[in-house]
Structure formats: C-alpha cells, structure tokens
C-alpha cells in the first residue's frame, strides 16, 4: 500500500464490531450503535470478483440511476484494469471483504480535461448509514491527486440522496439537462448537472 492509498483510508462510523488491530479503533468503536463496520479505501487488482458481486447483486431500479454499468462484468474488468490509469481515481466501501459501495472519478478528455466526473454508488442494504457520504468525500479527496480543477455530476432528476450528498460538500446546482438520459427501459431522464470548483490551495 502507498502512502498515497494508506491516506485514503478511513472508517465510517456505522457502528459494529472491527477485526482492526489499532487500538484506538477498537476504543473508539466500543461505543458504537449496531449496523455494519465499513471501511473505505481505493480499489485494488485483486479486487474484481468483489466488484463483479457487488454490481450483480445491485437492484435493477438502480441501473435507471447509474451511468456505469456495474453488472456487466466487461465494465468491472475495465474499471479494475484503470486503477493504475493516470485519469482516473476509484474508491470502494467495504464491510469485511465485501464491497458494499463504489465510487470513481475520471478526468475528461479533450478541451474539458480540466474537469473530472463522478460516479457513486452504495449497495441496498447499506444506504443511509452515512456510507455514501463518506465515499464522496474519499472520491473528491482522491479528485485532488488529478489535474483537474472542477468536478461535476450528472444526477438523474429523481435522485434526491445523491443531490442532497453533493450539495453538502459545497456542490452547486449548475444546470438540468432535459431528456439527456435514456434508462435501460428506453425512458429519457432530466439529468441534474451538479459541479464544485476545487480552489487550488486544495490541490
Ligand atoms: C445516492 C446514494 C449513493 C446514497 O447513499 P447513502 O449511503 O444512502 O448516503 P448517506 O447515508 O450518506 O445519505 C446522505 C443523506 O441522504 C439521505 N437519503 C438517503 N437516501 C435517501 C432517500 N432515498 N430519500 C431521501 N433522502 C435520502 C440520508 O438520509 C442522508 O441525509 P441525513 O444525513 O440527513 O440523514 C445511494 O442511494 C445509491 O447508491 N443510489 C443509487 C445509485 C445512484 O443513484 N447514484 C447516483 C447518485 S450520485
């Protein structure tokens, strides 16, 4: 692991027991609620059986929501094949050696390679625990590594909790983008465009 990766490490407090060696972890997570244990960190090579789990078992509503096609296995291949990619940065959750929540960012190409798109997503058994808070604050930290000075989403309209995550973290609303999507069921979508400048101290 490099220092790099080792700095994207972190823990959502979801409460739950820690098989984590650290002392101070376990102090700090004697006092949590029940519910899962979740860690996040960047993706790995060896992690595609993982991901091809998680993007098979994700509910078909879900695909109506996501720009990347995690149940098809070509996909989770090319994704785990890009973790070394000069463009792209991917971030998982996991509870245990599950994952439980995936999220990346691509530095565009072209006159718009100053921008890097997002894609987040949490497992159905997992939302609203914090996780998928947690993976966007990972992912617009690891968006830091990139040169790329905005970051942007694309969200269908519907999407409450991805909004509501986003402008949390200092997102703005920067346009609606009519009939931009059309879903697997052939239905067009309104696409929210969100977008954040990151300031150059940050980067
Ligand atoms: C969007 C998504 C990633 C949120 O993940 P999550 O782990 O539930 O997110 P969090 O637990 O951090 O929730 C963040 C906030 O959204 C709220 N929220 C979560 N699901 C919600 C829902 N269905 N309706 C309204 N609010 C919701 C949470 O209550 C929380 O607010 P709170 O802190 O005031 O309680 C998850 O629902 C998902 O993967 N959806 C399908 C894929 C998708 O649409 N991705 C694109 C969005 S970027």
Redesign the pocket.
Known sequence: MTNEVARAVDMVQTGGASDSADPADQADQADQADGPQVVIRRLREDDQDALLAFGAA?PK??W????VELQLPATVARLVNAVEARNWRQVVALDGSRIV?Y?NVRQLPGWKQHVGD???????G???????????EAVIDAARELPVSKLI?E??EE????????K?LGFRLEGLLEDHAVDYLGNSRNLVLLSHHLAAVDR
Request: proline residues 0%.
């Open positions: 994700l509503d879900d109506l929501y996501l720009d929540g999220a997002i894609v987040l997503v949490v497992g159905e997992y939302r609203r625990h914090g996780v998928g808070t947690a993976l966007a989403l969200i269908v999407q409450l909790a991805g909004r509501l995550i986003f949390r």
